[in-house]
């Protein structure tokens, strides 16, 4: 196979990424995020170095504190040896494109340190709070043998909960004064966090904050029961909320439901770091341990599957219906054709192509 074939070029790349060669992940996580041509080659190769990191999502309000709480706990997770890789998302303007790309300014401290690797992406107007690229890049860093994958996404909403699909724990940060009572009651908070950080604690406000959470949370939990439903990708179950399961006995299997513990800190004093790393890493043992944590990593397989094949098959039909696609929107803007029966015609075109 010749040096110049894509393939041999993709399979050399994702062995120096393996190798860890940091100019080579950088090169390969630019070439995932732009999707040069070729860069699915590359992912092919690497996948079967992959599955080893902790991936570890960092959401929340805007103002919490997310980027100066993920640089404490770079810092705490360096301190017990383990390599750390960093996404750092960033919002695209929607009328220039642009973005400032500036979290990863408030872990400058972490430049030097050959067991850090910090990447700031854009979200090029993809919606979720992560961007297009998010999971194949956290892919890379995975191949590139870090043990710890850290994703701080943009400020987000409450529907904006793609992070969720990626990591394999979620944090939520959030921050007295910011509406919280509010924002705890909505379903999205909920549904997200697998731990909780009451981040800036020291501010007036922080144990309100601690109380809103845990009411919602046991209200969340009775109204699921109530209905007889399953959350979204964790159980809420009977334990106290603002304290971790216990350990099982040796031999026992671990709980089978998971209540998201909370816990305070202030980010820039660097207090409540170790506590909440040690609620991260019991969730990461349940998901490992327990049934109920092993279906939530299948199912966001499966779901990852699924999202790759609508990706592709629009893709698809977009290009061969390029000509298509311009007549039926002239259609539909002179009122000849209606939009919906527009969409038809073009699926039942591209079924005939297949």
Same mark, same amino acid.
């Given at each position: 196979?010749?040096?110049?074939?894509?393939?041999?070029?993709?399979?050399?790349?994702?062995?120096?990424?393996?190798?860890?060669?940091?100019?080579?992940?950088?090169?390969?996580?630019?070439n995932?995020?732009?999707?040069?041509?070729?860069?699915?080659?590359?992912?092919?190769?690497?996948?079967?170095?992959?599955?080893?990191?902790?991936?570890?999502?960092?959401?929340?309000?805007?103002?919490?504190?997310?980027?100066?709480?993920?640089?404490r706990?770079?810092?705490?997770?360096?301190?017990?040896?383990?390599?750390?890789?960093?996404?750092?998302?960033?919002?695209?303007?929607?009328?220039?494109?642009?973005?400032?790309?500036?979290?990863?300014?408030?872990?400058?401290?972490?430049?030097n340190?050959?067991?850090?690797?910090?990447?700031?992406?854009?979200?090029?107007?993809?919606?979720?709070?992560?961007?297009?690229?998010?999971?194949?890049?956290?892919?890379?860093?995975?191949?590139?043998?870090?043990?710890?994958?850290?994703?701080?996404?943009?400020?987000?909403?409450?529907?904006?909960?793609?992070?969720?699909r990626?990591?394999?724990?979620?944090?939520?940060?959030?921050?007295?004064?910011l509406?919280?009572?509010?924002?705890?009651?909505?379903?999205?908070?909920?549904?997200?966090?697998?731990?909780?950080?009451?981040n800036?604690?020291?501010?007036?406000?922080?144990?309100?904050?601690?109380?809103?959470?845990?009411?919602?949370?046991?209200? /969340?939990?009775?109204?699921?029961?109530?209905? /007889?439903?399953?959350r979204?990708?964790?159980?809420?179950?009977?334990?106290?909320?603002?304290?971790?399961?216990e350990?099982?006995?040796?031999?026992?299997?671990?709980?089978?439901?998971?209540?998201?513990?909370?816990r305070?800190?202030?980010?820039?004093?660097?207090?409540?770091?170790?506590?909440?790393?040690?609620?991260?890493?019991?969730?990461?043992?349940?998901?490992s341990?327990?049934?109920?944590?092993?279906?939530?990593?299948?199912?966001?397989?499966?779901?990852?599957?699924?999202? /790759?094949?609508?990706?592709?098959?629009?893709d698809?039909?977009?290009?061969a219906?390029?000509?298509?696609?311009?007549?039926?929107?002239?259609?539909v803007?002179?009122?000849?054709?209606?939009?919906?029966?527009?969409?038809?015609?073009?699926?039942?075109?591209?079924?005939?192509?297949?």
């Amino acid at each position: 196979m010749s040096i110049d074939d894509p393939r041999a070029q993709a399979a050399a790349l994702a062995a120096r990424v393996v190798a860890g060669e940091t100019r080579s992940i950088a090169r390969a996580l630019r070439n995932v995020d732009d999707r040069v041509p070729g860069y699915l080659d590359l992912l092919k190769e690497l996948f079967a170095s992959t599955g080893k990191a902790w991936v570890v999502g960092i959401t929340g309000n805007p103002g919490a504190g997310k980027s100066t709480l993920t640089d404490r706990l770079i810092q705490t997770l360096r301190a017990s040896g383990k390599k750390v890789g960093v996404l750092c998302v960033d919002p695209s303007s929607p009328y220039t494109g642009g973005a400032i790309l500036g979290d990863r300014i408030r872990m400058a401290r972490h430049a030097n340190d050959d067991g850090v690797f910090i990447r700031s992406v854009a979200t090029r107007g993809h919606l979720g709070g992560l961007s297009r690229s998010a999971r194949d890049m956290v892919r890379v860093l995975d191949a590139a043998g870090f043990d710890v994958v850290l994703v701080e996404t943009v400020g987000v909403g409450q529907d904006e909960l793609e992070i969720t699909r990626t990591a394999h724990s979620t944090l939520v940060v959030m921050a007295p004064g910011l509406g919280d009572e509010v924002q705890a009651i909505k379903a999205g908070l909920l549904e997200t966090a697998d731990v909780f950080a009451v981040n800036k604690a020291d501010r007036d406000g922080a144990d309100a904050t601690m109380r809103d959470l845990e009411l919602m949370i046991a209200l /969340g939990t009775e109204a699921i029961v109530a209905a /007889g439903k399953r959350r979204g990708h964790v159980v809420h179950g009977g334990v106290k909320v603002d304290a971790l399961p216990e350990a099982p006995a040796t031999g026992e299997a671990p709980p089978e439901q998971w209540t998201p513990p909370i816990r305070k800190c202030v980010a820039t004093r660097g207090e409540g770091i170790t506590e909440l790393v040690s609620a991260l890493e019991a969730h990461r043992a349940w998901v490992s341990g327990a049934e109920a944590g092993r279906e939530r990593r299948r199912a966001r397989l499966v779901e990852e599957v699924r999202e /790759g094949l609508r990706e592709t098959l629009i893709d698809a039909a977009t290009s061969a219906l390029a000509h298509e696609l311009d007549e039926a929107a002239a259609a539909v803007d002179a009122r000849r054709i209606d939009p919906y029966t527009a969409t038809e015609q073009l699926l039942a075109r591209f079924k005939a192509m297949s």
